[in-house]
């Protein structure tokens, strides 16, 4: 591994240890075992690596449900979108949940204009990344107007569901709590 992937390295385990406000760049070094004037060489600034840092996260939980086969329901079914959520909500359970890193870039956004202007600019990627999960198939067939309506709803409902957890888990919605008002809305609209 040269010092790009060292420091990107390093810096999620300071994510998930520190976060992203008591993360500094003399921690990343020490936990790369590179240099400072590696993360201006290779990411601009220590608030950019944290970012790529944040996202190379996200993306591995993604591909450890993708790989897995985790799902076992069909594809578009309100048994999916439960399953689901029961696995996101899993993994918000955990004590080191990259979750909580999302709370953080919202309370502290303007104090983190690069963290959070970086992260806005991979929202996009993130509504098409989150629609295999619940609708199968491939990312790279999605059709833009998918991402746009379906894959923005379910990253609202995420960012929201983020934020209960990590409020209070003891109130927080369960995966059959979403489901039932999921399948609540869908009848209310029917009946129209």
Not at 76 to 86: A, H, I, K, M, T
């Amino acid at each position: 591994m040269g010092h790009r992937e060292d420091l990107l390295e390093g810096a999620k385990r300071c994510l998930l240890q520190k976060g992203f406000v008591r993360t500094t760049a003399r921690d990343i070094v020490k936990e790369s075992g590179t240099n400072l004037a590696s993360i201006g060489y290779h990411y601009g600034s220590k608030d950019k690596l944290l970012a790529e840092a944040y996202i190379a996260l996200v993306g591995e939980v993604s591909e450890d449900w993708e790989q897995s086969d985790a799902f076992g329901t069909a594809p578009g079914s309100l048994e999916r979108f439960r399953e689901v959520w029961s696995s996101i909500i899993r993994t918000m359970r955990e004590p080191d949940s990259i979750w909580h890193l999302s709370v953080e870039i919202i309370a502290m956004g303007d104090q983190l204009p690069d963290v959070r202007d970086h992260l806005a600019r991979a929202q996009r990627e993130a509504a098409r990344g989150i629609l295999p999960l619940f609708l199968g198939g491939r990312e790279e067939d999605i059709a833009e107007e998918d991402v746009d309506s379906i894959g923005q709803l379910y990253n609202t409902l995420m960012t929201g569901l983020i934020a209960q957890w990590t409020f209070d888990p003891k109130t927080a919605p369960g995966a059959e709590q979403l489901t039932e008002g999921l399948r609540r809305v869908v009848e209310g609209v029917n009946r129209k």
